[in-house]
């Protein structure tokens, strides 16, 4: 009883709420899988966050609470957000959607921006998302170039559409440069676990790759490169601190035009549900500086590449391409929809490892 | 398939490597569980020992004095714990779990200025012409002195528990507080020493993470390590060697499961990873049924406050 009239109370309030304060600031909360101190994924959402509350200064109030496990947890998170009149919760990982889902339906005055997610069942959901897979192939042509031992070892999360998107991409466009190229593939089951992804790292150098791509969040893997020698790139941020030599490039996310957008329209109460993928023609990502061990042609390479993919020019997934299993995929000159890549699960054709279930 | 990739010898190597934080952690735990108190805080002091750990081996330069201050870091945080369940008679398992909860927020505080900083490196220990020999000499002889240290305090603890009189009362005292206390025997004096060698055991167990396995500092980078060195001890029924045996054995899985992945072959990586736990459960199943407790060797006392005027 007590609660109920608890959350009648509290929904009278951010009903009568809205129109009177117009003069407060409006208020925009996240929720974070890992710790904002990862240097990776979460790293950069949390520095799109800053970034924005600059831009607004008054304005805008923002709150975070990071380590959120997906499930009851982020449920009551972001439970507790709405209740304490929070006008737009960002909730920055892929787990997150059936939690975002259940609160937006609880909340129907609050807006909901889910990274990564696919479900979108009530009308103050939106999605946001970023084309990683475009970096991926600049990152897979470098990897192409740049390996000695034709093995790249890739450190893998979760078997989702976003992370299988990413291998086969980078390996498309490295086996495009190097017909003899391998890939290695680790799950880990984890975004974010220094320890693991460090023996990961130490398991594919020990099994003759000389460079390591990463789909996780720690910067482990870069340290572990840099001790052994050979080459990493970073994920989500800008990782070269943690391997000067090593360290080739990375993808680096760069949330905040897009969350300043996205709160300007609440501020003028013009938000709506959308779907937004974004690439390297928005600058949600962008390639952090090249390493000068790569070749001064192959950085050129690299640029057109990049310029290339940002113009619409060229898709990275543009046929002929086969699945795995020998299969036609896409055709001669053909390009991906983007609902197929949003629910890619299956690798290319030349990856010899299965797809885990 | 191709599982001429995987080399067995370093296979073992990093097998050993990845066990010993978690062993660490351990053998304090077992200790601090053999005199009848449960200190679910191993996580949050693991923590503190790798950034404590980290911070001073950075700013000494020195990795060996790092592990002596996260040695320190784990018991001085450990000494929170003793003074809320020993002196103030708190709950074991509240206090344990806010001890995790209050470790992982002021790691991240001591830890701020660190990210991203390189410690310096943990010399590998010459063994000389041991380390020459092959297989053997890369599989064990090629390690960091804390791989070593460890099965040293391994034998230690065992040594400690089962031959002299000091590990005998704190046997008693953890079985039975009421006649250890009837016999004269401090028994809080005896707890409280207990917890502060789980810290300082976890305070290293967390070094070794920051200092050697990862090398850096990472917020939460222990990411539940307590929490199996906590399953270890019950996997270990309380016994020194049994919880090597299971720390080589889950640091096995480990490492087995990411070589077999690297080298193509399809092995389930959930049910691999969640095996431990589930042995785990089946022993505390086994355990909570009165008839098989002594056989399993759960310290009588375990989890159950004292207090004098009992």
């Given at each position: 009883?007590?609660?109920?009239?608890?959350?009648?109370?509290?929904?009278?309030?951010?009903?009568?709420?809205?129109?009177?304060?117009?003069?407060?600031?409006?208020?925009?909360?996240?929720?974070?899988?890992?710790?904002?101190?990862?240097?990776?994924?979460?790293?950069?959402?949390?520095?799109?966050?800053?970034?924005?509350?600059?831009?607004?200064?008054?304005?805008?109030?923002?709150?975070?609470?990071?380590?959120?496990?997906?499930?009851?947890?982020?449920?009551?998170?972001?439970?507790?957000?709405?209740?304490?009149?929070?006008?737009?919760?960002?909730?920055?990982?892929?787990?997150?959607?059936?939690?975002?889902?259940?609160?937006?339906?609880?909340?129907?005055?609050?807006?909901?921006?889910?990274?990564?997610?696919?479900?979108?069942?009530?009308?103050?959901?939106?999605?946001?998302?970023?084309?990683?897979?475009?970096?991926?192939?600049?990152?897979?042509?470098?990897?192409?170039?740049?390996?000695?031992?034709?093995?790249?070892?890739?450190?893998?999360?979760?078997?989702?559409?976003?992370?299988?998107?990413?291998?086969?991409?980078?390996?498309?466009?490295?086996?495009?440069?190097?017909?003899?190229?391998?890939?290695?593939?680790?799950?880990?089951?984890?975004?974010?676990?220094?320890?693991?992804?460090?023996?990961?790292?130490?398991?594919?150098?020990?099994?003759?790759?000389?460079?390591?791509?990463?789909?996780?969040?720690?910067?482990?893997?870069?340290?572990?490169?840099?001790?052994?020698?050979?080459?990493?790139?970073?994920?989500?941020?800008?990782?070269?601190?943690?391997?000067?030599?090593?360290?080739?490039?990375?993808?680096?996310?760069?949330?905040?035009?897009?969350?300043?957008?996205?709160?300007?329209?609440?501020?003028?109460?013009?938000?709506?549900?959308?779907?937004?993928?974004?690439?390297?023609?928005?600058?949600?990502?962008?390639?952090?500086?090249?390493?000068?061990?790569?070749?001064?042609?192959?950085?050129?390479?690299?640029?057109?590449?990049?310029?290339?993919?940002?113009?619409?020019?060229?898709?990275?997934?543009?046929?002929?391409?086969?699945?795995?299993?020998?299969?036609?995929?896409?055709?001669?000159?053909?390009?991906?929809?983007?609902?197929?890549?949003?629910?890619?699960?299956?690798?290319?054709?030349?990856?010899?490892?299965?797809?885990?279930? | 398939?191709?599982?001429?990739?995987?080399?067995?010898?370093?296979?073992?190597?990093?097998?050993?490597?990845?066990?010993?934080?978690?062993?660490l952690?351990?053998?304090?735990?077992?200790?601090?569980?053999?005199?009848?108190?449960?200190?679910?805080?191993?996580?949050?002091?693991?923590?503190?020992g790798?950034?404590?750990?980290?911070?001073?081996?950075?700013?000494?330069?020195?990795?060996?004095?790092?592990f002596?201050?996260a040695a320190?870091?784990g018991?001085?945080?450990?000494?929170?714990?003793?003074?809320?369940?020993?002196?103030?008679?708190?709950?074991?398992?509240?206090?344990?779990?806010?001890?995790?909860?209050?470790?992982?927020?002021?790691?991240?505080?001591?830890?701020?200025?660190?990210?991203?900083?390189?410690?310096?490196?943990?010399?590998?220990?010459?063994?000389?012409?041991?380390?020459?020999?092959?297989?053997?000499?890369?599989?064990?002889?090629?390690?960091?002195?804390?791989?070593?240290?460890?099965?040293?305090?391994?034998?230690?603890?065992?040594?400690?528990?089962?031959?002299?009189?000091?590990?005998?009362?704190?046997?008693?005292?953890?079985?039975?507080?009421?006649?250890?206390?009837?016999?004269?025997?401090?028994?809080?004096?005896?707890?409280?020493?207990?917890?502060?060698?789980?810290?300082a055991c976890?305070g290293l167990g967390?070094a070794y993470?920051?200092?050697?396995?990862?090398?850096?500092?990472?917020?939460?980078?222990?990411?539940?390590?307590?929490?199996?060195?906590?399953?270890?001890?019950?996997?270990?029924?309380?016994?020194?060697?049994?919880?090597?045996?299971?720390?080589?054995?889950?640091?096995?899985?480990?490492?087995?499961?990411?070589?077999?992945?690297?080298?193509?072959?399809?092995?389930?990586?959930?049910?691999?990873?969640?095996?431990?736990?589930?042995?785990?459960?089946?022993?505390?199943?086994?355990?909570?049924?009165?008839?098989?407790?002594?056989?399993?060797?759960?310290?009588?006392?375990?989890?159950?406050?004292?207090?004098?005027?009992?």
């Open positions: 009883m007590k609660r109920r009239t608890l959350l009648t109370a509290a929904a009278l309030s951010l009903a009568l709420g809205a129109p009177a304060s117009a003069d407060d600031p409006v208020k925009a909360g996240f929720i974070y899988i890992g710790p904002v101190g990862d240097f990776g994924w979460t790293a950069g959402h949390d520095r799109a966050r800053r970034e924005m509350q600059e831009h607004f200064g008054d304005a805008l109030e923002t709150s975070i609470v990071e380590n959120v496990d997906y499930g009851a947890d982020a449920e009551r998170v972001m439970s507790q957000m709405a209740l304490s009149g929070t006008d737009v919760i960002f909730a920055a990982s892929f787990g997150y959607g059936p939690d975002v889902n259940t609160v937006a339906g609880r909340f129907p005055d609050v807006a909901f921006q889910h990274a990564t997610g696919y479900i979108q069942d009530h009308p103050n959901v939106s999605l946001y998302d970023a084309r990683f897979y475009e970096g991926r192939a600049v990152l897979g042509h470098i990897a192409g170039n740049m390996t000695e031992t034709n093995t790249i070892g890739y450190i893998a999360s979760f078997p989702i559409p976003a992370v299988i998107m990413g291998i086969n991409s980078a390996y498309l466009h490295a086996k495009a440069v190097n017909p003899d190229v391998n890939f290695r593939i680790i799950w880990t089951f984890s975004w974010f676990d220094p320890a693991l992804e460090a023996d990961a790292a130490e398991t594919l150098i020990e099994q003759g790759a000389d460079v390591i791509m990463q789909h996780t969040d720690s910067t482990a893997a870069v340290r572990v490169a840099e001790d052994a020698g050979v080459m990493a790139f970073g994920q989500a941020s800008n990782m070269v601190d943690f391997g000067p030599n090593a360290h080739l490039t990375a993808i680096v996310d760069r949330w905040a035009p897009y969350y300043i957008e996205r709160v300007q329209a609440v501020m003028d109460g013009t938000w709506e549900a959308e779907t937004a993928w974004l690439g390297l023609a928005d600058g949600i990502i962008e390639m952090a500086p090249w390493n000068d061990r790569i070749p001064e042609e192959l950085q050129a390479e690299a640029d057109a590449l990049v310029a290339a993919i940002a113009s619409g020019e060229y898709h990275p997934f543009t046929g002929p391409i086969n699945r795995q299993d020998g299969t036609p995929w896409l055709a001669e000159g053909e390009v991906a929809q983007d609902s197929e890549l949003l629910t890619m699960d299956f690798y290319v054709e030349g990856i010899t490892q299965d797809l885990p279930n | 398939m191709i599982l001429g990739s995987i080399n067995p010898a370093v296979l073992l190597a990093a097998l050993m490597v990845a066990a010993t934080p978690i062993l952690a351990a053998i304090g735990e077992l200790v601090v569980e053999k005199s009848g108190v449960l200190n679910l805080g191993v996580e949050g002091m693991m923590i503190i790798a950034v404590t750990g980290f911070v001073i081996a950075v700013n000494t330069s020195s990795a060996l004095v790092g002596i201050g320190l870091g018991m001085v945080l450990s000494l929170l714990f003793a003074l809320l369940t020993q002196v103030l008679m708190t709950n074991h398992v509240a206090s344990g779990l806010a001890l995790t909860l209050f470790g992982l927020g002021l790691s991240a505080l001591i830890g701020q200025g660190y990210v991203g900083v390189t410690p310096p490196r943990t010399p590998k220990l010459d063994l000389g012409w041991l380390s020459e020999i092959p297989f053997l000499g890369r599989a064990l002889f090629s390690h960091d002195i804390m791989v070593y240290l460890t099965i040293a305090l391994v034998a230690g603890v065992w040594l400690f528990l089962s031959h002299t009189r000091a590990g005998m009362i704190l046997r008693a005292v953890g079985e039975n507080h009421d006649a250890a206390h009837a016999l004269g025997y401090h028994v809080k004096r005896v707890r409280t020493l207990a917890i502060m060698f789980g810290g976890a967390g993470l920051s200092l050697i396995r990862v090398p850096q500092w990472t917020e939460g980078m222990t990411v539940g390590a307590g929490w199996i060195a906590l399953a270890l001890v019950v996997f270990a029924s309380w016994r020194p060697w049994r919880a090597m045996a299971g720390a080589y054995l889950f640091g096995g899985v480990v490492v087995l499961q990411l070589n077999l992945q690297a080298a193509g072959v399809r092995i389930p990586v959930e049910y691999l990873s969640m095996s431990p736990y589930l042995i785990t459960i089946m022993v505390l199943a086994i355990i909570s049924s009165g008839k098989a407790r002594g056989s399993l060797n759960a310290p009588g006392s375990l989890n159950r406050p004292f207090h004098a005027s009992n």
